[in-house]
T-cell receptor
C-alpha cells in the first residue's frame, strides 16, 4: 500500500528556519505536494515537486529526492502566522488519474 | 465561483438519520475530491471524481457512504444511518486538471449526537 511519514510535531523560534521531512512509499510516483492548514481552516496548497531538487517560493522551499523517496519543506524567517499543520501528499500510483494521499500532518508551533 | 463552496458549514444530526453534504467546485475544474478529517488528524481520502471517468470510491468507509457528481460540477456526499464515529469535518477539493494545486472548500463540520 501507499504511505507517507512525517513528524507529528515540530517547535521552532520566531525568525529561525525549520525543516519538515516527509518519506513516502508508493507503487509509482507522480510528484510530492505540500499543504498548510491553520486551525479551523481549510488546507491550502504550498508547493509541488515532480523532479529532484529544490523549489523556492518566497520564504518557503520544498525539496525532493526521488531515489530516497524523501522530501522536505523548509520555512525560513519564521513568523508567528506560520504556526499551522503542514501535510505532504502524493499520488498513490504513477498515474495522473489516481487519487492523492495525505500524510498525517506536522503541527508546527512557533515560540516568540 | 471564486472558490470551492461547501454547504452546510455545520450540521448536527441525530444518530440514524441520513445527511447530504454539498460541494460546488470551481467552475471548469474537472477533478474533485472528498476527504474526511477528524479533530487533530490527517486527511482521510473518501472518493475522487476525474472528468467523465468512473469515480475512485476506494476510500468510502462503508456502504452507508455514497457520492454523486452531476454534470461534472456539483457533488453530493450522502451518509445514511449516521453513526457517532461519522462525526468529522468533511472537506471537498477541486483542481483544473487533477495534477496539482487543489483548492479546498472550508468544509462541513458534521456532529452526530
Amino acid at each position: 500500500g501507499q504511505s507517507l511519514e512525517q513528524p507529528s510535531e515540530v517547535t521552532a523560534v520566531e525568525g529561525a528556519i525549520v525543516q519538515i521531512n516527509c518519506t513516502y512509499q508508493t507503487s509509482g510516483f507522480y510528484g510530492l505536494s505540500w499543504y498548510q492548514q491553520h486551525d479551523g481552516g481549510a488546507p491550502t496548497f504550498l508547493s509541488y515537486n515532480a523532479l529532484d531538487g529544490l523549489e523556492e517560493t518566497g520564504r518557503f522551499s520544498s525539496f525532493l529526492s526521488r531515489s530516497d523517496s524523501y522530501g522536505y519543506l523548509l520555512l525560513q524567517e519564521l513568523q508567528m502566522k506560520d504556526s499551522a499543520s503542514y501535510f505532504c501528499a502524493v499520488r498513490d500510483s504513477g498515474s495522473s488519474a489516481s487519487k492523492i494521499i495525505f500524510g498525517s500532518g506536522t503541527r508546527l508551533s512557533i515560540r516568540p | 465561483g471564486a472558490g470551492v463552496s461547501q454547504s452546510p458549514s455545520n450540521k448536527v444530526t441525530e444518530k440514524g438519520k441520513d445527511v447530504e453534504l454539498r460541494c460546488d467546485p470551481i467552475s471548469g475544474h474537472t477533478a474533485l475530491y472528498w476527504y474526511r478529517q477528524s479533530l487533530g488528524q490527517g486527511l482521510e481520502f473518501l472518493i475522487y471524481f476525474q472528468g467523465n471517468s468512473a469515480p475512485d470510491k476506494s476510500g468510502l468507509p462503508s456502504d452507508r457512504f455514497s457520492a454523486e457528481r452531476t454534470g461534472g460540477s456539483v457533488s453530493t456526499l450522502t451518509i445514511q444511518r449516521t453513526q457517532q464515529e461519522d462525526s468529522a469535518v468533511y472537506l471537498c477539493a477541486s483542481s483544473l486538471t487533477g495534477d496539482v494545486g487543489y483548492t479546498f472548500g472550508s468544509g462541513t463540520r458534521l456532529t452526530v449526537v
